[in-house]
């Protein structure tokens, strides 16, 4: 072969090779269920990336299936009206697809469409039982004539890639672009996000299944404190209730309903659990009643639940133990409304009735013997025949202590023996005072020893004084009864005192300002004056000059009118606060038996703060003693050896 027909066939072989190249693939018509797989086999055939691949949507054909001898029937626009239907969607037997007919095209950048759609993303649930779409904020967008089509057909393209169903249960999302459309064509860009249901499908609801709720165990407290610690002494030992709670609660199972997504995927429901039913006896303190949705057991008394036997249960509002300890009962703590009784029967005067560190709230409370350290004790009526803690702490309204050294609080105390303890309360009767501080509106002492301090606001009688050191004070600021409303209406007092301090400072520099400005104002409103009988325009500068005059006048009469306000305010309050002093005028100071040296009167006045003191002489016979009023603020104590009415 020679050098010519070596190139001839060389280049033979190039032709032919040209001859055979594929063609560059341009568009495709496609029918298919699934188009994203479709675009995935083009893309590959033709060695294209797939974002260089898009297409449009000629047609889309819904089909059902409801019976397999009738077939897959399609749907066409009146049986499309079917799919409204929430009974025809909820069929079990009904399955639904798609037909997609499309032209799948690869992208030519110079010739692609010069209009800008805005971003649209979807999502959905987690059941995709509604489909969201949202259209992003872009001033890129301007409108055209076909921006709507183009926007509805953008979010199809999307569900037919998500496998969303197209033109079903979509209403929503043509009237929602088309308000997106009107805002571009209004404002001239799309200036805001939208966001809309673009199909939805029927949720599933989901079954109950069947529940038995203790309502009154949901009173055992396991919370933790500030320092993350929890109080094991509270384990619920008593479970109180009040007339009218629900104690106990069966919820009864509930069948859920079936649901269907926006890919037309069926969904069901499982049915209920039913585990949990029970025969509960219960006595006439607890009421059933029972509807289609649950059995509620009432409590027809206060008092405590208890359960005699599994199933069995009944209120009761009294409670007997031996003791209130860590070991055995732990805390005790009921509601007030409940008005549980508990008799507490340990009376050993070597153990603890209520153990260190424990606490018991109850309505009636009853303790054969002692109270230990550090016990807490809140209760409306209290008995205790042993003797209290000097940490314990106690709270009633009626209480009655054989031997007390710790604090109790309440409103009528009956105590046989006080030994270094302090008592708070209104009616105080105690039998024998050795030591201690007592608090209250009225105080009787049967025998009175040494080194106790004694506060009242009204009445303190003692039948036989035997000791000294001790110190009677007359003193309503200290007392329950009158402590709070003294403290507020001084601190008011203070208040105010303070604010009226400086404001006729204030008054005087606002009223020398006006003085010193009101004749140059009148020149201004003479010289308005005169131009408006002109003709001629008022200058701004004048009528502001008058303004700012009448604004200055205005702030100060409001000063001068809340400066006469609160000096009123200030004298009612030193009114209310003399009413309440002036009952230290009726208090006394009773003995029935001779005085004895060293023990200390006094009677202390809140405003003026004054103190009148009065030291007692051995063998001196003085029944009554009293404050008395003289004048000028003069304050004496009257002394007298006969009772008065």
């Avoid at 005067?349 to 809140?378: H, Q, R």
Wanted: glycine share 6%; proline share 3%; hydrophobic share 35%.
């Amino acid at each position: 072969m020679g050098l010519f027909d070596k190139i001839k066939s060389d280049n033979s072989g190039d032709i032919k090779k040209e001859e055979t190249k594929k063609p560059e693939f341009k568009s495709i018509i496609v029918e298919s269920e699934n188009i994203p797989r479709e675009i995935k086999s083009i893309a590959a055939a033709n060695n294209i990336p797939l974002w260089d691949i898009d297409f449009k949507i000629i047609k889309v054909k819904t089909l059902y299936l409801l019976d397999k001898d009738t077939g897959w029937i399609e749907a066409d626009e009146e049986k499309l009206k079917q799919f409204k239907d929430k009974d025809f969607l909820l069929n079990e037997k009904l399955k639904i697809k798609q037909m997609y007919k499309v032209d799948i095209f690869k992208i030519d950048s110079e010739e692609s469409d010069t209009n800008i759609l805005p971003p649209i993303v979807l999502g959905g649930n987690k059941s995709l039982t509604k489909i969201i779409t949202t259209v992003k904020k872009d001033i890129e967008v301007k409108y055209f004539s076909k921006i709507e089509s183009k926007i509805i057909e953008n979010i199809n393209k999307k569900k037919i890639k998500s496998g969303i169903l197209v033109g079903i249960r979509d209403s929503i999302m043509y009237k929602e672009v088309k308000k997106i459309v009107s805002s571009i064509r209004v404002n001239g860009i799309m200036n805001e996000e939208s966001t809309f249901v673009a199909c939805e499908g029927i949720d599933p609801v989901l079954p109950i299944n069947d529940k038995f709720i203790y309502h009154y165990k949901k009173k055992i407290s396991k919370k933790e404190d500030s320092q993350g610690r929890v109080d094991y002494s509270k384990r619920g030992y008593i479970l109180a209730v009040s007339k009218g709670d629900c104690i106990m609660e069966y919820i009864k199972p509930q069948a859920g309903a079936a649901g269907r997504n926006c890919k037309g995927k069926y969904l069901p429901v499982k049915e209920p659990n039913s585990d949990n039913e029970m025969l509960i006896n219960h006595t006439e303190n607890i009421i059933k009643k029972e509807d289609d949705e649950r059995i509620r057991y009432i409590a027809a008394r206060n008092g405590y639940v208890t359960q005699e036997s599994p199933g069995s249960y009944d209120i009761q509002d009294n409670m007997e133990v031996d003791e209130v300890s860590f070991r055995t009962t732990g805390s005790i703590e009921t509601d007030m409304s409940a008005e549980v009784k508990i008799n507490i029967t340990e009376d050993d005067v070597f153990k603890d009735a209520i153990g260190p560190g424990m606490s018991v709230e109850t309505y009636e409370l009853n303790i054969k013997g002692n109270v230990a350290s550090g016990a807490k004790i809140k209760t409306e009526k209290l008995n205790i025949g042993g003797q209290t803690h000097q940490t314990a702490t106690l709270e009633a309204k009626t209480a009655h202590i054989t031997i007390h050294r710790g604090l109790l609080t309440a409103t009528e105390v009956n105590i046989d023996r006080l030994e270094g303890g302090k008592v708070i309360g209104d009616i105080i009767n105690i039998k024998q005072a050795i030591g201690g501080e007592i608090i209250g509106k009225n105080i009787v002492i049967d025998e009175l020893a040494s080194n106790v301090s004694i506060t009242a606001s009204d009445t303190i009688e003692i039948k036989e004084l035997k000791g000294t050191n001790n110190k009677f004070l007359i003193d309503l600021s200290m007392t329950k009864e009158f402590n709070e409303n003294i403290e507020n209406i001084t601190k008011e007092i203070k208040e105010l005192s303070l604010k009226l301090k400086y404001m006729p400072k204030k008054l005087e520099e606002k009223k020398r300002v006006i003085d010193k400005t009101k004749p140059t104002v009148k020149m201004v409103q003479d010289k308005i004056l005169d131009l408006k009988k002109a003709g001629k325009n008022v200058p701004l500068t004048l009528v502001a000059k008058v303004k700012e005059y009448q604004n200055s006048v205005n702030k100060y009469n409001e000063v001068l009118k809340d400066y006469k306000n609160e000096k009123l305010k200030l004298q009612d309050l030193k009114e209310d606060l003399n009413q309440i002093q002036m009952k230290v005028f009726s208090a006394k100071i009773i003995n029935h038996s001779p005085w004895r040296e060293y023990n200390e009167i006094k009677f202390k006045l809140i405003s003026p703060p004054v103190e009148k003191v009065y030291n007692t002489k051995e063998h001196e016979i003085i029944r009554e003693i009293t404050l008395s009023n003289m004048g000028e603020g003069n304050y004496e104590i009257k002394r007298s050896s006969e009772y008065s009415s």
